[in-house]
């Protein structure tokens, strides 16, 4: 609902300033008219689609109340608009030439210009047009008049004009007549073929017709209360504008002007109404969202949360002025700080440094490169990477004396024999000491070397095994 009445309300601008008003003929393309001293005048019209040269007219017109090929002053028709048409192009088959020449058709109350301007909005005659294609005989139908049974019986008085611009300014000026019911008053001359014909010819005038003027030219309908003429026109007068021979008054309409404010006045209250509306409209927008929001805080927080809220959004803002930054603030600078040095690549570590075991290099062990001499073997299904470092280790352990585990004479028992078939021989404890130390050593390498595929066990392996299940016996001897 509201984009139809936005719609309506743009439509009625647009008429307002004249973007929809009809447009009248073009001169010098469609339409023009040639002037001569003498009176008299021609057409050239090709508004029917056909070039039409007319032949020579004779301009008609009024002293003291009286109509005459003598006469030079111009006929007045006063009254209420109550139709118009303006046209763009003629039927082609219309009978009489000087209809080709008009660039509009009025329909014309007759009254005083000042009754006319007194006349509301709403409460003059009413005509509706069925068919305009001749100037001066529309075909009307209902409506408050009918100007098909106007008579001598009528009680309204009409004038149908045919209307001739006498000039480029008058051609132009026919736009003003697009809006229509209004006051109106034409002044121009009447259209004769020649001042030989004795009797009217299509709307035109002849000494014969039944019009009537006042002593000023005023023009009267006469007896049969309508009058269909053509009129050469020289000067159009609305409510508030004039549409004059030369476009020089003080009061000249102009295309797209409106009443009281004109054309400039309305461009302006245009953008002070669009604007200032646009700018009002969105700061109570703004405001009803403001006062929406505070409510339904009001209803969530109550009124003592909303005043805290408030304290704390002060509290903010004056610590933003003095200077201090938000924990989310230091966090980006942190981060844009970080980003250089973690872009940086690390530091190789050198791989001949020494890590505590000698000259043995943990990465070494574990590296698999060229550059470390490693070698694959193969065994139970899996691969074993061994180093230099580890088999250097190997060796030494492979190159000490086997373990052999101290003669216990606890209990006044016999000696401990092995199941070997060579006797160990006795080490001392000093040898026994050295030696152990290379054994743990083994285990730190081995735990951080892969595990190596199992291997058959060798003697000093066995003799430690059973010197550890003799240990186990003797937490069972009985003192």
């Not at 009754?115 to 139908?141: F, H, I, L, M, Q």
């Not at 408050?144 to 049974?149: F, G, R």
């Not at 700080?337 to 000259?359: M, R, V």
């Amino acid at each position: 609902m509201g984009r139809v009445l936005l719609g309506i309300l743009l439509a009625s601008v647009f008429l307002l300033a004249g973007c929809l008003a009809p447009v009248s003929p073009d001169w010098g393309n469609d339409l023009s008219i040639e002037r001569s001293d003498d009176g008299t005048f021609t057409f050239t019209s090709t508004m029917s689609g056909e070039t039409v040269n007319s032949v020579e007219y004779t301009e008609r017109g009024c002293e003291d109340g009286a109509f005459g090929s003598d006469k030079e002053g111009e006929v007045k028709f006063e009254g209420y608009m109550s139709a118009s048409e303006i046209y763009d192009s003629h039927n082609p088959d219309l009978s009489n030439n000087i209809a080709f020449a008009t660039s509009a058709a009025v329909a014309i109350n007759s009254m005083s210009f000042e009754d006319a301007k007194n006349v509301r909005s709403g409460e003059g005659e009413r005509v509706e047009v069925k068919d305009w294609s001749d100037p001066v005989a529309p075909d009307t139908g209902a409506g408050t008049a009918d100007l098909d049974k106007i008579d001598p019986d009528s009680e309204t008085k009409w004038f149908v004009l045919g209307l001739i611009p006498a000039s480029e300014n008058i051609n132009d000026g026919i736009a003003a007549l697009g809006k229509y019911h209004q006051p109106i008053r034409i002044t121009g001359y009447l259209v004769q073929e020649n001042s030989n014909s004795g009797s009217p010819i299509g709307g035109m005038w002849s000494g014969s017709n039944d019009l009537e003027a006042s002593s000023d030219c005023v023009a009267k309908t006469g007896n049969q209360n309508i009058a269909q003429i053509y009129v050469l026109v020289t000067k159009i007068e609305l409510a508030d504008s004039v549409v004059s021979l030369d476009g020089e008054h003080d009061d000249e309409y102009t295309f797209g002007d409106v009443s009281m404010l004109g054309r400039t006045g309305f461009i302006l209250f245009l953008l002070i109404v669009g604007a200032g509306g646009a700018v009002g409209a969105y700061m109570y927008s703004s405001l009803r969202l403001t006062m929406s929001a505070r409510s339904i805080a009001l209803t969530l927080l109550g009124k003592e949360g909303v005043e805290k809220a408030a304290q704390v959004r002060q509290r903010v803002k004056d610590a933003e002025e003095s200077g201090m930054k938000t924990p989310d603030q230091r966090r980006a600078e942190q981060r844009k700080q970080a980003k250089p040095t973690a872009a940086a690549k690390p530091k190789k570590s050198n791989k001949d440094e020494d890590d505590g075991f000698g000259s043995f290099s943990i990465d070494s062990a574990l590296s698999g490169g060229s550059d470390s001499g490693s070698r694959s073997e193969f065994g139970s299904g899996s691969s074993v990477v061994a180093s230099d470092d580890a088999k250097r280790v190997e060796r030494e352990v492979e190159e000490s004396e086997p373990f052999v585990p101290p003669t216990s004479t606890f209990g006044g028992g016999a000696p401990v024999s092995t199941s070997s078939s060579s006797t160990p021989t006795p080490v001392s404890s000093s040898t026994t000491a050295k030696k152990k130390p290379k054994v743990r050593r083994r285990k730190a390498v081995r735990k951080q070397a892969e595990p190596e595929p199992e291997t058959e066990p060798e003697p000093q392996n066995d003799e430690k095994t059973f010197w550890q299940e003799e240990e186990d016996d003797f937490s069972d001897f009985n003192i």
